[in-house]
């Protein structure tokens, strides 16, 4: 079974940056569209960031467009969120996801493997 290991959450105050990371225990992952999903109490799951799995395609939530950015090492079997400019609404625990298809994409039922999730706070 594919394992996901999420880094790179922590503490920032608001109009700063963080970067986080998510590397699939398997290589053949690369051949699957990978996502950022971002969850908070009382709030519904949200999908952030989708890539494809060439990376030639992208797709982001209306709420970090502009201020986040998706990509993807596929040599280290590696996706990253960098989160640019972020805000208290950011604050989330923020979980890695892959997909069952190359094609980026924000539908849950495309995922199959999720990994544990990274806490994310954004202070003002």
């Known amino acids: 079974q594919v394992q996901l290991a999420e880094s790179g959450g922590g503490l920032v105050q608001a109009g700063g940056s963080l970067r986080l990371s998510c590397t699939a225990s398997?290589?053949?992952?690369?051949?699957?569209?990978m996502g950022w999903v971002r969850q908070t109490p009382g709030k519904e799951r949200e999908f952030v960031a989708s890539?494809?799995?060439?990376?030639?395609?992208?797709v982001y939530a209306a709420s970090v467009k502009g201020r986040f950015t998706i990509s993807r090492d596929n040599t280290k079997s590696t996706v990253y969120l960098q989160m640019n400019n972020v805000k208290p609404n950011d604050t989330a625990v923020y979980y890695c996801?892959?997909?069952?298809?190359?094609?980026?994409?924000?539908?849950?039922?495309?995922?199959?493997?999720w990994g544990q999730g990274t806490q994310v706070t954004v202070s003002s």
């Open positions: 996801a892959r997909a069952n298809v190359p094609w980026a994409t924000q539908v849950a039922t495309r995922y199959d493997y």
């Open positions: 890539i494809s799995s060439t990376a030639g395609d992208t």
């Open positions: 398997e290589r053949t992952s690369r051949g699957y569209a």
